[in-house]
């Protein structure tokens, strides 16, 4: 809702949309930062030919301007396994959990980026943790 005026207002934004045969993009998971005005969206380029995540691509959208910035792009079939985002208390830094499929089972990580500055999806703990059967994340909260 517009503070001066009273009149609510909706913003609708696109992401791009990648190429490709059989290539089907989709936003696996997105978190609202602490204060409401940033929005932290997963997508997941997916390949049905495949059939399995191709990379996943990250974006922030600035809700108060419209603005949507790229956050980073890694490859690999992590995407479409339940990923999970979570932002610190001040709306600082950004965590995000992915489960990855291997040779041994699966593997929990954990990247890290930081809004505002060049640091972006680096890896802050790899093989979190592992087992032979599949496992995923239903809450996560940032807790100091």
């Given at each position: 809702?517009?503070?001066?005026?009273?009149?609510?207002?909706?913003?609708?934004?696109?992401?791009?949309?990648?190429?490709?045969?059989?290539?089907?993009?989709?936003?696996?998971?997105?978190?609202?930062?602490p204060e409401g005005e940033?929005?932290?969206?997963?997508?997941?380029?997916?390949?049905?030919?495949?059939e399995k995540s191709l990379r996943f691509e990250t974006y922030l959208l600035n809700l108060q301007t419209g603005i949507l910035n790229e956050y980073?792009?890694?490859?690999?079939?992590?995407?479409?396994?339940?990923?999970?985002?979570?932002w610190s208390p001040e709306g600082d830094e950004i965590l995000l959990f992915l489960t990855e499929a291997n040779e041994s089972g699966y593997t929990l990580n954990v990247l890290r980026t930081v809004p505002g500055t060049e640091e972006r999806l680096k890896m802050a703990d790899a093989g979190l943790w592992s087992q032979?059967?599949?496992?995923?994340?239903?809450?996560?909260?940032?807790r100091e």
């Open positions: 809702q517009n503070p001066k005026n009273g009149i609510k207002t909706r913003r609708v934004f696109y992401l791009p949309r990648p190429g490709g045969f059989m290539v089907y993009p989709d936003i696996r998971q997105y978190a609202f930062s940033r929005l932290f969206i997963f997508y997941d380029i997916y390949s049905e030919y495949y980073g792009k890694m490859s690999g079939g992590s995407g479409s396994l339940r990923p999970k985002i979570v032979d059967d599949y496992f995923y994340l239903t809450n996560l909260y940032w």
